[in-house]
């Protein structure tokens, strides 16, 4: 092709992109048509077409367009990057790989082609194919990068192997081998390919190699910024017991950075341990005693009051003191004469702490940091209050006001060591209100010291507020009294304190665990929680809304936190494309990590599962609209995830602001209880959703087989694949599983708030929610199993279990006393509706086998055969028994309905409440607003919530009710 | 004390208590991974002693010729490891790894409300370049502040001399 006939096509081509780009889809097409009109056999417009047809959802057509242009393998770079694009998009990239290759095949010598295979190999995770392409690309343009790019696939087949020994007999050293030649040859250029070197020698261990070429002349290509290369050499010492240049090593590094507490934990066991092996009366512990004192004096000359000096406090040193004093303790155990050493540091870790308080109370960290120290040493509370009580000896600051912002957070770093170490647990009930009224008129008064800061800043009174907050919350919320009062000051404090996450995250448990969904929503979404967080804490809505039967926000949200799942997989690739360009070999690893992290992860697997389950329940009217949302879903059990010990738990648990150590440590506890449940939730809920896929198929198929028996490729889905197999299966899965949940221990407290609050296993195992389901799936098995001869009866006792559930529900329902109990009885009833939407699916599907058999028997009634009048009969006494099934349905869902448009929740919300306890001086709680204004507003919240979540349950029983009556015989 | 070091992959799962800061952004992961896949070593978090990121600062190398820069994209520390310089130190670290690629500054946006920020670049030595009108969308939209420092390669300090005018956001190079 000339330039100039570049030239016109890319002119021609032009409006095409244009459209692509503004999602003009319809255009585009219609352009490509008229650029194919004047040149049919345009590769790159018919390709831009398929583009166009995929976007408007046109797969076919694409798919059989695109295969045409694929078998003539075109080797332009425009028609190839657009074909790249189209087979990105349907999530094909094997073929990416296919159509670079075929190109290739026409042109050897092309490098530009050749780079591209080898990054649709990446996309692959191809390591093999990769190494053999950057090779070929290597011998085409002797570059260096494509050299390394071959070196780092090889590292990858070495990491991704699980033959051990292939790895390292075989792959690296080939790897190593490879970087020495060009070492040899004098030919290394980067730091790129320093880094991949070391990589592969740090994965045969070989440490001694690494620190040579670190203090080489290689070692000078990588930086050392932040002394990340000292850093790095000094843990490869330690690592290799060269205990004295380890011992030199992080010395130089403390004395370059005196604020990194790592550096000095592992120079106090390296010191240690030279000593032990010299038996030298403690020579170099003395000496990092010495080093560690000598600092601590010059900055505490440096910073006294009064001196002008450009060095800043830091509290590096100071916590390396109180760590080397408890190494120091611990060895002392075994060797008594260390107390000579400990003695020198301070007379008692009380006073250790009390001298850290004084250094650093005013920094909102040192809490943080004692906290962290009682709980890695051990300390007890006891001893905890001795800390306390040593500091109250210099000030007594309670019920003072703090005149400078030092004093302020000293103040609430003391009030917080009160708290954790449970000093104020022994208060009385009217003592600890008055102390909640105090800490509200602290917060008020003291927001003064912010008056300056922006909206969107932090308060640096909101402590106050916060520790009022837990204390009411180690209270019992099961009152509604306390409930309402904690409600109430948090929300006041949003007013006065918008920007302070904490506090929002505290109403969103609250308003979750009441099943006011709508209020926790409008504080998630002012938090912004986007991208990857969906992930990390998208978990703080994704149960409740459904829990709540807010659905139709649940399909929104489940569909929003998908969207982030399924766009991610292209950008890690991207990434992982980029890290080869920029030669980044050192994230190649941890960027695959990632993947394989999002792609197990629970969160994703849960929502991708319930977004399902939800599509039926609010999708399902009739049998048609059955079929088209589950008809697509049906390729889903080619890729099942049964690979539950690798999903990961993403989660963040550690946001919600916790100031006891023995309350962590439960929540750690919980959080593994919790993902076990989940985990167990997941299989339950994903062994249901895909039993009704296979049952919806062995049904299909046999109506298909019945219309004509040579086709046996539907909409692309095989129909001889062997749908009752996998539907007993499932049916069997279940099965196990519900039978093993009997047994297993689930949590169900609500305690404490800040631990993940119990998976909806737990009331969903309570009832016998599974069982109706699993009678009814037993029922579709046993009347479309042709193996079995007669079934002469349909098990309706899944209609009484169903009933007994309602009537019980609805009776807590009526029971309920307090808000806590009416978001437990939201989670029921949504429930209920939930298995009323699965039943009414399955009785679909069992029509549907009725139907067959039903016009099965009539066939071979026309026949005459003695044998067939009798099925007739005992299909037509089983039509009467469905019917009969379908009404005890029909009647158990109206029963609900009733009782919903009945049920009366209001009650619970209009009794009084005494605020009296709480409001302090009264000024923050009246300002603007009186108190009473406040508490309607959140009244009618949770009201307007409820009633939303009470219409949607109507609405889905209503809606069920009309699927029901059409499913007559 | 906190540790400072390189910038993991696993660490995106972690940094939710200073992103929740409702000035401190949270991108797409294709973001963090452009900046990780291409510049990695511009990426540098902080932990706290029990092993919980308080900090981070995410930046890149850019620019022609003597617009060779260092550019800081994100830096934010959790409230409550505030006031003890963590800020200061990573900054340092940006600087020293720009110096290193032979840049001849380093720049950063902040907006012009935020004064505990522009107060605290000042100390740093940097300085104001330019104005950038309607840099940040929001309700209203806010101006940004383009802050310099000259790193050693830039003798004369030309790249810092303060423009007259302030720019678009369309016209920034």
Known sequence: MSKADLTVNERRLRPIYDCLDNGNNKKALQEADKVLRKQKDFQCAKVLKCLALLRLGRQHECSSLLAEVHK????DDSTLQAMSICYRELHKPELIADCYENAIKKEPQNEELLSHLFMSFVRLNEYKKQQKTAINLYKLKPKNPYYFWSVMSIYMQAISTSDCKLSQNMLLPLAEKMVQKFIDEGKIEAEAEVQLYLMVLEKQNKLNEMIEVLNGPLGSLIPNHLDFLSRRKAFLFLKLERWQEAFDAFKN?????????????????????????????HLYTNQVMNMLMKLITKLDISTSPGKKSHVKLCRGPYLAKIELYFFLKDKAANDPSYNELIQRIASSAIDLFSEFYRKFGHKPSCFHDLSYLFFKYGFSNIEARSVVEAICKDRTLLNELPVAIDELYRHQCLLLLKYSCGLYDELDEENKYRLISSLIDLYDACLKFGEDLLPSDIQPSDTYALLALHLLLDLNIENDQILLQTLLIAERMIWKSPSNFNVKLILIKLYNVIGAFKCSLSHYESMDIKHIQQETLG????????????????????AAGLKFYTSNNKDIFDSLISCYKYGSFTKVEEITE???????????????????????????????????????LSVKLDHEMTNWSKLSDNRDISIFQCFKNEVKTAISRKQKQNFEDEVDWLKLRSYIVRAIIAAFNVTQSSVKSEKNSNDCVTNGVQTDYDWMQTFKRLVDDLKDHRAKLTTTNIDKSIYPLQAPQPSRLAVFVSRKYTEVILKLMQTILDVNDFSKENVLAIDTKC??????????????????KCLVSIGRVFEELSNCVDILSLSCILMDILCCGLKRSFRSAKKSKKKKDTSGAQDSISVSSLVNQYETMLNEFEQIANNMLTFLKEWNFQSLLQFEIDFSKVAGNKNFLYETQGMQSVIDEIRKKVDASYAHSRKELVDITSMKLKYLSSLKV | ???????????????????????????GLSFYLQYMSHWPEFFQVVESPNGSIIGYIMGKVEGQLDQWHGHVTALSVQYDYRRLNLAAKLMKGLESISEKKQAYFVDLFVRVSNKVAVDMYKRLGYSVYRRVLEYYSGDPDEDAFDMRKALPKDKYKKSIIPLPHPVRPEDLD
């Open chain 1, 72 to 75: 003539e393998a075109p080797t």
């Open chain 1, 594 to 632: 990632l993947r394989n992290k999002l792609y197990y992860s629970l969160q994703y697997c849960l929502i991708d599962t319930e977004k399902i389950l939800l599509d039926l329940l609010l999708e399902v009217k009739n049998h048609q609209t059955f079929e088209d949302i589950i008809t697509p």
């Open chain 2, 1 to 27: 004390m906190s540790n400072i070091r390189a910038f993991s992959c696993s660490d995106l799962f972690k940094l939710n208590s200073v992103n929740l800061d409702p000035l401190t952004e949270t991108y």
């Open chain 1, 253 to 281: 590094l403390i004395e370059n950075n005196i604020d990194q507490l790592e550096y000095y934990l592992e120079l106090f066991k390296i010191a240690f341990t030279l000593d032990a092996k010299a038996n030298n009366e």
């Open chain 1, 799 to 816: 209609c009484d279990i169903y009933q007994s559930i309602v009537e019980e529900v609805v009776a807590s329902a009526k029971s309920a």
């Open chain 1, 539 to 558: 978990y703080l809505i994704s149960n409740s809304v459904i829990t709540s039967a807010h659905f139709h926000t649940s399909a929104q949200l489940l």
